[in-house]
């Protein structure tokens, strides 16, 4: 089974602080993905990468960045957490021919 | 508009119901259609996939596409109380790769 795992389940932090979600896939898959889930606005695509090194913004990349330098690995950093950015981040994995496994989510609260 | 139109719901039905989830789209363009299911605090897992209309059973689910309508549905029959969760519908373009598009989801609870 392909095993996409995010580091934190929940995780509090103070506004301003720079805060670091990482996600870890199993299956050397070259897509991965950063996801927000809010209530009534479903999923929204902040950035996914392609490749090693590779990114492509999302539909909401402001005050986000991420990184990748291992295939298995992919990054989602905030440079200033701001109360809005309090909500679910799902993490993403796939390959051109199958369709997206996700992790189990981070529940970020900035307070 | 949303691309995308889902109701959140939440659709509270009993035990072994026959439970109808839908979704409507604006763009004729998608032709990949799939439906996930989202368990409270967890990640969605995807359950249906299709590829542009007809139907497709696995079990006791059946997703259906209807793109003449932009209108796709997912059938759960003899509902079960573990069928509760919210259920995602999710399209793509064909030649979109890395871009789905999301329904808001429907919050399904089966009363037992």
């Known amino acids: 089974d392909v095993k996409v795992t995010q580091s934190s389940r929940y995780l509090v932090k103070r506004t301003g602080e720079k805060v670091f979600l990482e996600c870890v896939q199993d299956?050397?898959?070259?897509?991965m993905f950063w996801y927000r889930q809010d209530p009534g606005l479903g999923l929204r695509l902040i950035y996914f990468?392609?490749?090693?090194?590779?990114?492509e913004k999302g539909d909401i990349p402001e005050g986000y960045s991420v990184s990748r330098e291992k295939k298995e690995r992919f990054s989602l950093i905030l440079e200033s957490a701001s109360t809005n950015q309090t909500s679910m981040y799902l993490c993403?994995?796939?390959?051109?021919?199958?369709?997206?496994?996700f992790g189990q989510g981070t529940r970020l609260t900035v307070v | 508009q949303k691309e995308v139109e889902q109701d959140p719901g939440p659709l509270s039905v009993p035990e072994g119901a026959i439970v109808s989830l839908n979704c409507t789209y604006s763009?004729?363009?998608?032709?990949?259609f799939m439906w996930y299911r989202q368990y409270s605090r967890k990640g969605p897992e995807l359950l249906m996939y299709?590829?542009s209309s007809g139907n497709k059973e696995d079990g006791r689910f059946t997703a259906q596409v209807d793109k003449s309508s932009k209108y796709i549905s997912l059938f759960i029959r003899d509902s079960q109380p573990s069928d509760s969760a919210t259920y995602l519908c999710?399209?793509?373009?064909?030649?979109?790769?890395?871009?789905?598009?999301w329904g808001a989801g429907t919050k399904l609870i089966i009363k037992p």
């Open positions: 299956m050397d898959h070259e897509n």
């Open positions: 299709t590829y």
């Open positions: 763009n004729s363009a998608f032709q990949y």
């Open positions: 993403a994995s796939k390959i051109a021919s199958t369709e997206a496994f």
């Open positions: 990468s392609y490749d090693v090194k590779m990114k």
């Open positions: 999710a399209m793509r373009e064909p030649d979109s790769n890395y871009q789905l598009i």
